[in-house]
């Protein structure tokens, strides 16, 4: 993953060792217990075949590369010094953040010098992401900016232009050009990407290129060359395919013999993703819900919270299920103090250990301060959910105050939540979630705000609406549109959108088709429709007939009314791509 450029790496490194310390309770009980949030970091291992020495300078959410390789069987060391990686049996290199940020840092420490000649000397060497970025000449993000120089050539943003969103969000196909090794498992089958820049095949570097992927250009996907491998996608966010990428590099001489590729995978799929409303009950546990146009009590005499299961259960049902991410929506009642909501952190922690798609979770993401006065930044609270297992953060209510403020003032301070995070981590790590209520005009001279011809007509014979936006769970609406928020949004640094409707919330009876074309005609960013789906039907109506790349749904799948493998098979049946 890529981002602008942080303030200096030691701003990033100071947010790494912060530590805070306070109460919280298990997902599945009521007992408290401390913890102290950012100290995250595996404890070294002794020596030995069962170790792999893993490079994390500070950024993101390393912790599912970790899950991933304990998951399998392995220990991890952290490299602390440049002799760390001169003595590694085999190091991996899960590259997050800015490419001129992670060189700085890799300059700063020595690690630039020893990852070369670790290199050089055809150790087993694995890169991630910006992992096999920064193994080229130079980087035109935020640049021209110095890389390690080992693959000739220069990485470059993908051009929007042609209709193409960036950034490049989802599960894609491979175009594998040589025997690689770790390939071997892959066949017809996609693999999790999510980034704004990319390496392209040239003579120069052919020797190096294992596969390739389209996405408006055909860039490169992996490299191989001896013992070193890099990839673009990200395998511990990529299922069973990326556990077996990772297997055959950490256990090269295993013997696993190459399994038929089953897939039939040829570009990028749609989504389908799962979402969970995770809250606490009146008994102070963690459940997952469901509202009916946000209202997420029984109709009975008690109002209880209407409970459909554990989150952490749930999430491991879904990814086994096929689900292509998970997103959490925290809508407990932590607003005065976020991170004190640990068990959300908690569920991520547990969640990810055993879940290798992509997690996404929202709520209660803003600066705030405790009632002991101490202020706490929303890039504080961000990073503590990526470093307990968030890939993106979603923020509502706190964007639709940032653009109102851009759209009034037309500058961009850099100082709101959906700036510092996008800055800190890039845009591909934040999803800004729009909560749009309709509201019908006769004549669209009577707003400001941009309206659409509906294709039904509102109660009184309307023929058009417009999208007023809400915070505050649908409580409060605000003066502006969801039109308006999603190109502002866009501005300030979001990468992606998630677009919901309270119209349509737990009705069952489809996407607000009108709503989600007007989005995602509107932006070049990915655009995901939730609220309403019902049926398969309901899937593949607004893939065919909207921008949207990706899907959203909970009561159906909560409820077991709809599979989603059941999903799935439809849209190939109707000729959509998606991940099997």
């Not at 001129?100 to 070369?116: F, S």
């Not at 570097?205 to 070193?228: M, Q």
């Not at 990529?238 to 001489?253: A, K, M, T, Y």
Request: charged share 25%.
């Amino acid at each position: 993953m890529e981002a602008p450029p942080f303030a200096s790496s030691s701003s990033l490194l100071s947010l790494r060792n912060k530590s805070l310390s306070f109460t919280t309770f298990s997902h599945s009980s009521n007992v408290k217990y401390s913890s102290n949030l950012f100290t995250v970091r595996a404890s070294s291992s002794s020596s030995g075949d069962s170790v792999v020495t893993l490079l994390d300078y500070g950024a993101g959410n390393v912790r599912s590369v970790r899950n991933a390789i304990r998951f399998l069987g392995f220990d991890i060391k952290d490299v602390q010094t440049p002799e760390d990686i001169l003595n590694a049996r085999r190091l991996v290199f899960p590259g997050v953040g800015a490419f001129a940020a992670a060189m700085e840092v890799l300059t700063k420490t020595g690690m630039d010098e020893a990852l070369c000649s670790y290199i050089e000397k055809d150790r087993p060497f694995l890169g991630i992401c910006l992992g096999l970025q920064l193994l080229f000449e130079s980087s035109e993000e935020n640049g021209p900016v110095k890389g390690l120089g080992l693959i000739p050539g220069s990485v470059g943003r993908f051009d929007s232009s042609n209709d193409f969103r960036v950034p490049h969000i989802g599960w894609n196909a491979l175009q594998i050009t040589t025997d690689s090794g770790i390939l071997d498992d892959v066949g017809n089958r996609h693999v999790y990407f999510v980034h704004s820049y990319r390496a392209m095949p040239s003579d120069e570097n052919k020797e190096w290129v294992s596969s390739t992927c389209d996405y408006g250009d055909k860039f490169i996907a992996s490299i191989k060359r001896g013992n070193v491998h890099a990839v673009q996608f990200h395998p511990e966010k990529s299922g069973d395919v990326g556990l077996s990428i990772l297997r055959r590099f950490l256990n090269p001489n295993s013997n696993m013999e190459k399994k038929p590729g089953q897939g039939k995978a040829s570009k990028l799929a749609k989504r389908v993703i799962a979402c969970l409303d995770v809250r606490a009950n009146d008994k102070g546990d963690l459940v997952v819900t469901k509202g009916d146009q946000y209202d997420v009590r029984e109709h009975t005499e008690e109002k209880e919270v209407r409970n459909l299961g554990k989150p952490v259960d749930l999430a491991r049902q879904y990814y086994k299920d096929g689900a292509d991410e998970v997103s959490f929506l925290n809508i407990t009642g932590f607003r005065d103090f976020p991170l004190g909501d640990l068990p959300m952190l908690q569920v991520l922690r547990y969640t990810s250990e055993n879940v290798f798609v992509p997690l996404t979770v929202g709520g209660g993401i803003r600066d705030f301060t405790d009632s002991n006065g101490r202020h706490y930044s929303s890039l504080e609270v961000a990073s503590e959910y990526f470093r307990s297992g968030a890939d993106k953060i979603s923020i509502g209510s706190d964007a639709v105050y940032a653009a109102e403020e851009y759209l009034r003032t037309g500058v961009k301070t850099g100082k709101t939540s959906l700036e510092q995070i996008s800055r800190v981590y890039g845009n591909q790590a934040v999803v800004v979630s729009i909560d749009p209520r309709r509201v019908y005009v006769k004549n669209p001279q009577d707003v400001q705000f941009k309206t659409i011809r509906v294709s039904s007509l509102g109660p009184n014979g309307e023929e058009y609406a417009w999208y007023q936006c809400t915070v505050n769970g649908g409580r409060e609406g605000r003066p502006i549109g969801a039109y308006e928020l999603a190109r502002a949004v866009e501005v300030l640094g979001a990468g992606e959108i998630l677009l919901n409707c309270i119209d349509c919330d737990g009705q069952g009876k489809g996407f607000d088709m009108d709503l989600v074309k007007l989005i995602s005609d509107a932006v070049s960013i990915p655009v995901i429709a939730s609220s309403g789906a019902g049926a398969p039907t309901h899937f593949s109506e607004v893939f065919a007939k909207t921008n949207a790349s990706a899907a959203l749904a909970a009561g159906i799948f909560h409820r077991k009314e709809v599979p989603i493998q059941s999903v799935k098979e439809h849209l190939l049946k109707e000729g959509i791509e998606v991940r099997i």
